[in-house]
Every structure is written in C-alpha cells, then in structure tokens.
C-alpha cells in the first residue's frame, strides 16, 4: 500500500473533484459519510453521548458532516466548534450552516480562557480537530483541551490524523498531540503511524475509501509504502517441476566465536528453511561438532584457530554470504573481515558484529559490493550512521547512506523498515515475541537464503522481513509472545510460505431454500 504525502493527498482531492466532476463539499460529504457508517455499523443507535470536536478547516468540516448524520439518526451528540482561528474554509462553513439549520443546540463555540466541558469515561470523543493541514504548533489552549481529552480517558476517535501530529515533522511536544484509540485515516495511513516515536498516537488504525481518482492513486509513486501479502505476493518465485538443489544457489554463513556458535547455526537454519538449496558455515574450529550434530543438512568449513575466526579462506563457490553473527571484533577478527571484503566479488549480508566491525572502520564500507544488505537494530545503526534527533532526521541518514554505498538497508524494529536509495518500505508483520535472542540470526539467514535463490537483495530484504514477522505471527497463535524463541520462526517458516496462498475466509452461506 503506497502511503502518499500530505501534497499528495491534497493533489488527489483536486483530481478527483476534476476528474468526477464533483464539488468539494460533495468530496466532504463522502469522508464524513464514510466516518459516519464505521460508527453506526458498531455503535447500532446505542444511546452513548458523542462530543466531536470540530477545528475550522476541513478536518472540522468532516466532523460537521458526521454530525449531521449522528443528529438525524438519533444519536446523543454534542458539537464543538474549536476556534482556534478566524479563517473557516469554505466547507467547513457550508457544513457548519447546516447544522445549525437541522438542530436548536448549536455547536459550542470552544475559545481560549473557556472551561471545557465535562466528558465522562464512558463517552466517546470524536476528533476532527487538526487534519493534514497543521502546519505550526498548535495553541496553548487547545494543547489544553487535548490534554483534557487524556484525563477522561474516554475512547477518542480521530479522523484523518490525530490532531496536532504533523506528517512530516517530529512531535515536539507530547500533550500537544491528540493520543487517539482508533484513527480513521482517508487516501492511506500516514507514514507517522509506523515510525518509532509516533506510532504510539494511535493505538489502531483503518483507512476508509473515499472514492480518490484511481488513476491518480495507481500512477502516482510515493516515498514509502506499506508492504503486507498483497506487496510480497508478487515478489514470490514459484518452483520449477524439473529444478534441483543447484537451481536454488548456495548460502554460505561466515560468522560465531566461542560461546556464540549458536547465532550461525540459527542463520544457517533459517537460510535453508528461506528455502536455499545448499548451506555452509564457515565457523572457527570450536564451532564444528555442535553445528555438524545440530544441523546436519549444513556443511563445515572452520577457521584455523579454535575460538575466533582470524582468516577467511575457503574452496567453494556460494552464491551469496550472510556474516557477523556471533563474529567478536577482535584485532584478529577484523584483519580477517578486511582481508575478506577486498577480495570478495559474492554479494553479501551483514549483520551483527559485520556490522559493528564497518563502523569502527568505516573505511572498509567502500569495499562492500553493491547492494549488499545490512541488517541493523538500532544501536548498531547509530554507531554506523551516528545519531539522530528524530525518526525523520533518521530515514534521510539511512537514505543517504543507502545512495552512498548502493547498499539496502534493514532498520530492524517494530515496523522493520527497509531503506534503499530513496525508498522505504515499511513491513507489517511481526510481534514483540521476536524480541527475544537470536531472531535478528534468524532474520539474516532468511535474506541471504532467499537471494542465494536469486531473489534482487532489494526483494530478498522486503521479502524476508515479511515472512519472518509471519512467520512469528503464526507462531504465537501456538506459543504466545513469551514463549516463542528464534528456533520457532525458523520452523514456522513453512507455515509463513503457505499463508501467501490462503485464501481469506469466507463466512458460510446459507443454503438455498428448496421449494415444496
Ligand atoms: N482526500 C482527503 O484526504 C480529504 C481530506 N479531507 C479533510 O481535509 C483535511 C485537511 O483540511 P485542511 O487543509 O482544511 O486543514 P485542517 O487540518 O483542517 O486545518 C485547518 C487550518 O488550520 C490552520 N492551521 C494549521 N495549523 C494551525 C495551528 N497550529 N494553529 C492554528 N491554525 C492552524 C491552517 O490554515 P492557515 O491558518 O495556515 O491558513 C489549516 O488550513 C484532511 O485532514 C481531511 O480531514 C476531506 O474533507 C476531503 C477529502
Ligand atoms: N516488538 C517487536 N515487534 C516486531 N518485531 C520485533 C520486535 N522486537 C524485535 N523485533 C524483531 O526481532 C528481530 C530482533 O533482531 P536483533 O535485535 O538483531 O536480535 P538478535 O541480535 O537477538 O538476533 C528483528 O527482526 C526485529 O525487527
Ligand atoms: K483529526
């Protein structure tokens, strides 16, 4: 799903209105419509009080609408006009007419040094304060009223976006953000709702068609995109009746030290459950009988040195090399990475201790083939890329580096987002049981089995981060989160394959009546 910009959303409206020939207050007719038949399909006439609370723009606009449905179908609704300025836009003002026109209670007019009103627990607010259009801090006094809107602990519905969360700009300040239960979002979910220090102002969110120009939709490319089934589906390579073990590449991985020889046996595991044909580790000699007897479908290469891998040479061919799990960085380490990498020609996965060893050594990223991918949790990102002030001040750091170094790379976290030159692509699958040891091993050997396969290292990336948070989400349906371990996910890779295929279920249909 593409998640377009705020210029974008605004481009798409002015289509539409062209291209169908509407008006806007008939496009704001359709998005408080929209609002308003979630509402009703769950809240079926119940007699809760509803407060919408209306800016004066078109976000407030959409509020108005939604009123007018709440009032003509009976529902217990207060409106509130938040007036935090004098310049209404066109609809708003429309819309705001019409209320008055079909009720005795007039919207109340919130101003500055005005009491709030009283919302209990129960209640429901209704956000449609700010939308895409904030573009400064938002008032002292409405800061105010949002923090009130904490304290009642009521469930706050927003509609567009929670207001006072800008789309491209950090949150300077947290009581000055509305902390939405459920945010109804129109064109796409905006990008904020799965970066790190924003996701939180909206507990879920859904995005509701308002009938945007599809040409416009389809045509236009955006920064991110959101990557779920419908993404991957067509990044999936199916089997070819007569292949072999040949056709589908050798993974070898380089990596482990004493005490850490069970990062390159996930790795390896989970590179041949990714489904690649052959498997090799390369692991210092402390390493060979627990990964000849764990997995014996791998085979052994080992350094010279008992603990430590202190040279990288081996006899073989592989299609692809996934290294740093379990590595060290020892002074002998890193002699052995630097000799490696400038003579390596294969293309590569880095992770881990491969990752910490660049950093220190930032010299060594020039001898990184193109588009190797690096897979960092955010510690090891900052001591690659440096820190950040914020979650935006971040991607372009990542984007910058990715165009540097013609590299993709995996921001591992809860919404794993992988960067490639100017791109992301936000994944939605995976859960906090994969907080837990080694399923960032287990990660790496998926996209380097997938790319010995010949997936591009951009759809290795995308792909692999897909199937191993799907892979995790099956598997809590039988362990739950504390439960699940890095193992699991290797073995519910399968489960994750064939997820792709199944079809949604479909409620039982009633039989036709036969008549007598
Ligand atoms: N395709 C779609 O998605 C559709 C979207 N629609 C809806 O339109 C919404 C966008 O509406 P919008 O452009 O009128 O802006 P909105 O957010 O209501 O803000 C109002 C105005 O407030 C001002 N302002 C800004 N910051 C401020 C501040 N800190 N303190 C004080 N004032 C501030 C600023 O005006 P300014 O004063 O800068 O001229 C701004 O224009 C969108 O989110 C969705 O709900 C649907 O109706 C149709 C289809
Ligand atoms: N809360 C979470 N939700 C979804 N995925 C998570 C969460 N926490 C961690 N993960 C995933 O688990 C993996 C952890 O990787 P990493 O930190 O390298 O672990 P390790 O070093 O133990 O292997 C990453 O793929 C990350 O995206
Ligand atoms: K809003």
Known sequence: MKLFSREQIYE???????????????????????????????????????????????????????????????????TYIVNYSHKRSKDFLINYDKVKSMTKTWPVVLED????????QEDIIVDAVFGIGLNRPVPDWVKDLFIHFR??????????VPSGLFLDQPVKDEDAVVWAGYTLSFASPKLVFFLPETAKYTAQWEVLDIGLDQEYLMSTKTEADLIGKHEVLPLYMPRDKFSHKGTFGHTLIIG????????????SR????????????????????????????????????????????????????????????SPNTLDAFEAFLKNNKTPLVIDADAINLLSKNKALLKLLPIHSVLTPHPKELERLIGTWSDDFEKLEKV????????????????????????????????????????????????????????????????????????????????????????????EYMGKAYLDLFEQPQQLPQEEPKEDN
């Not at 809240?43 to 509020?63: E, K, M, R, T, Y």
């Not at 304290?151 to 567009?160: E, G, P």
């Open 256 to 267: 482990g030290s004493y005490g850490k020889i069970g990062a390159v046996i996930l790795s």
């Open 113 to 120: 040094n005005e009491a709030f009103p009283e919302i209990n």
């Open 399 to 490: 984007k910058s580096f990715s165009k540097k170094y013609h590299a993709v790379v995996v921001i591992k976290g809860a919404n794993t987002i992988t960067v490639f030159q100017e791109k992301i692509y936000i994944n939605t699958t995976g859960n906090p049981g994969l907080a837990t040891a080694g399923s960032g091993d287990v990660l790496t050997g998926i996209i380097t089995g997938l790319i010995a396969q010949s997936y591009s290292a951009l759809a290795a990336a995308i792909f692999g981060v897909y199937l191993h948070g799907k892979a995790a989400d099956i598997t809590i349906e039988d362990y739950g989160y504390q439960s699940l371990t890095a193992t699991h996910v290797i």
């Open 151 to 160: 304290k009642t602990k009521a469930f706050t519905l927003s509609i567009d």
């Open 12 to 78: 798409a409206d002015q289509q539409t209105i062209k291209k169908q020939d509407i008006t806007s207050t008939e496009l704001m007719d359709r998005a408080g419509s929209q609002i308003f038949n979630w509402m009703h399909l769950r809240l079926q006439g119940a007699q809760v009080p509803i407060h919408v609370f209306c800016g004066i723009g078109n976000n407030g606009g959409d509020g108005l609408v939604l009123t007018q449905h709440l009032i003509s179908h009976g529902y217990h609704v207060t």
């Open 270 to 329: 989970a590179a041949l459950s990714a489904g690649s044909g052959l498997v090799s580790a390369y692991v210092p000699k402390c390493g060979y009988i627990p990964l000849q007897s764990s997995f014996p479908e791998a085979m052994v290469l080992t350094d010279r040195d008992e603990n430590e891998i202190t040279e990288i040479s081996f006899d073989l061919k592989p299609t692809v090399i996934g290294m740093g799990m379990g590595l060290g960085t």
